[in-house]
């Protein structure tokens, strides 16, 4: 059984337990979500498998999942891009988030999600147990379409689009 790591306000850890039970109980925990630009300043986005137990079908960053006891953040994106999108790359910490979202199915993200940046300009190979589909686009194109469309993204990428000085200060930092 897959376990997360829980931790407190302080995104201290206090302890683990298991994904789904964290996720019934809306415990807060330790999560990550990795964002892919490629050299154009494009953003990849994956479009989640239906079979997700929860936000499925929706368009969200590359990957984002949970680290595991004794993983570092960045070794953990580095695991769960390669599982989901089908390569690897530098991951960067851009910054930390925490959020708390009630699902139609009795689930709860509560969540410190840690965010971390990468660039790659190659065509993804996408695990379809993990991603129904994926592209690449702007920044811009993805913001407009998230406040037009906000039902088509899920909950943890609306906020990361809601801090964009966030996301081009680590850009103008990385190119």
């Known amino acids: 059984m897959e ?3 829980l931790v407190d ?4 850890e206090i302890g683990t337990m298991e994904k789904m039970e964290a996720h019934q109980k809306g415990l807060l925990h ?23 137990y929860h936000s499925g079908g929706l368009w969200t ?10 993983e570092s953040i960045e070794d953990a994106g580095k695991r769960k891009l390669y599982q989901e999108m089908g390569f690897t ?6 910054h930390k988030f925490i959020y708390r979202v009630e699902f139609d ?3 709860t993200e509560h969540e410190w999600d840690h965010v971390l940046i990468g660039f790659y300009d190659e065509v993804p190979n996408i695990n379809l147990n993990e991603a129904k589909s994926w592209k690449y686009e702007s920044l811009q194109a993805i913001r407009s379409d998230a406040i037009q469309n ?15 000085e966030l996301l081009k200060r680590q850009l103008l930092n990385e190119l």
């Not at 490629?38 to 498998?49: A, C, D, F, I, P």
């Not at 790359?89 to 851009?94: A, E, G, H, K, R």
Request: hydrophobic content about 35%; aromatic content about 10%.
């Open 3 to 5: 376990q997360v790591i």
């Open 9 to 12: 306000e302080n995104d201290i």
């Open 30 to 52: 330790r999560a990550f979500s990795v964002l892919i630009f490629n050299s154009k300043g494009e953003m990849l986005l994956q479009q989640r498998s239906v079979e997700k």
């Open 61 to 70: 960053n590359a990957c984002c999942s949970h680290p595991r006891p004794g």
């Open 89 to 94: 790359c530098n991951l960067n910490y851009s």
């Open 105 to 107: 199915n009795q689930l």
């Open 150 to 164: 906000p039902d088509k993204y899920t909950s943890w990428f609306k906020i990361i689009l809601s801090h964009p």
